[in-house]
């Protein structure tokens, strides 16, 4: 998962060093930052190390088991054969994981716009941004060919037109094919503010290529028994809408929390069990729940520190 693919031998020797003067300096202590990490390797290498770095070898570390409590800001917990990295850190920074790794990325970006604004969609309260078309190439470049990128996107109304096409535009400039959108429907749920009662948002799917095969193609099955066919696509058709309510406000713990039953949902039509997937954006954690409760490994990465420390408590309980 880590990049080291196209490094040559050297720097591969280097980090060899980096990875042991971590587990040097921090094999005995509870927790250690960024910070103080990057500080040994520098102070032991005597040279400019580049944090990104750093930072994947001690995500390597985790992985291997040899940090298994390490690191103010990276949390791990595992459920049965799969594991949750949860990173307090920024997740359009992807330096850290390499080509062609992942098996999905669904993610709900925190987007700055005026329509945002009161209801329920208050985002005064977080850091908010607006992808660009570098956001896709890294997209891209981590996912593996044929899977699925998966962003949680509001309905379009007059004031948000422009950036959802602009998204649309930016994700097939950087190599991915659209494949659908489909609508949530939040139960019983409505907001009544702007012009239309909302009760929706959308989920849009796109491929990177050509989608993988995991749905059974029944047909061929039939004809051939005893061989397993499959066809281009998810796992089974997509529905014409997902319904779940979202939680409610004493249950929650992050006020854009998506439904689990949601995120499970997803997870099973686009992915095999073991497989990786990737949150760039984590609020509440709930994908990672939704990811260990259905075999798959996660990656989290969420920017703000109490947001990352609710979403820890909640990944704690999962063990
Ligand atoms: C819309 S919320 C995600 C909610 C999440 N889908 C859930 O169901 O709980 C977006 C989150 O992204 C976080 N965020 C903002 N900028 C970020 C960045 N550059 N890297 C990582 N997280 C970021 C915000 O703090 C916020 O918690």
């Known amino acids: 998962m880590i990049d080291q693919g196209r490094k040559g031998e050297s720097l591969r020797k280097q980090e060899k060093g980096i990875q042991m003067t971590l587990f040097d300096y921090f094999a005995d202590t509870e927790n250690f930052t ?64 390499k080509d062609g790794s992942i098996d999905f990325i669904i993610t709900d970006h925190p987007y700055d716009l005026i329509s945002n604004k009161g209801g329920n969609r208050d985002f005064a309260s977080y850091e908010c941004f607006r992808y660009t078309l570098e956001d896709f190439k890294e997209k891209k470049r981590v996912l593996k060919n044929g899977c699925f990128l998966i962003e949680f996107l509001p309905d379009k109304n007059e004031e948000n037109r422009k950036y959802l096409n602009d998204i649309e535009d930016m994700a097939i400039t950087a190599g991915f094919r659209f494949y659908a959108i489909v609508p949530w429907r939040k139960g019983q749920f409505k907001a009544n503010t702007g012009r239309k009662v909302k009760d929706r948002e959308s989920v849009v799917f796109f491929s990177k290529g050509k989608a993988r095969s ?50 499970e949902e997803i997870i099973e039509l686009v992915s095999m069990e073991q497989e990786t997937g990737l949150d760039q954006f984590a609020g509440s954690g709930v994908s990672g729940e939704a990811a260990l409760k259905k075999g798959r490994n996660m990656i989290l990465v969420e920017k703000d520190e109490t947001t990352f420390l609710n979403a820890k408590k909640r990944l704690e309980r999962q063990k």
Request: net charge positive; with cysteine; charged share 30%.
């Open 214 to 263: 995991l749905r059974r193609d029944v047909k061929k099955d039939i004809k051939e028994p005893e061989v397993e066919h499959y066809m281009s696509g998810t796992k089974k058709m997509l529905p014409p809408e997902f319904v779940h309510q979202p939680p409610c406000k004493s249950e929650r713990v992050h006020r854009a929390e998506k439904p689990l039953q949601l995120l």
């Open 34 to 97: 960024l910070k103080e990490a990057e500080e040994a390797v520098v102070n032991v290498h005597n040279k400019d190390v580049q944090l990104p770095s750093i930072r994947a070898r001690i995500y390597e570390g985790i992985e291997q088991g040899l940090f298994t409590r390490v690191a103010r800001g990276v949390y791990s917990v595992s459920k049965g054969e799969a594991t949750c990295l949860l990173i307090n850190g920024d997740g359009r920074n992807l330096s850290f994981i």
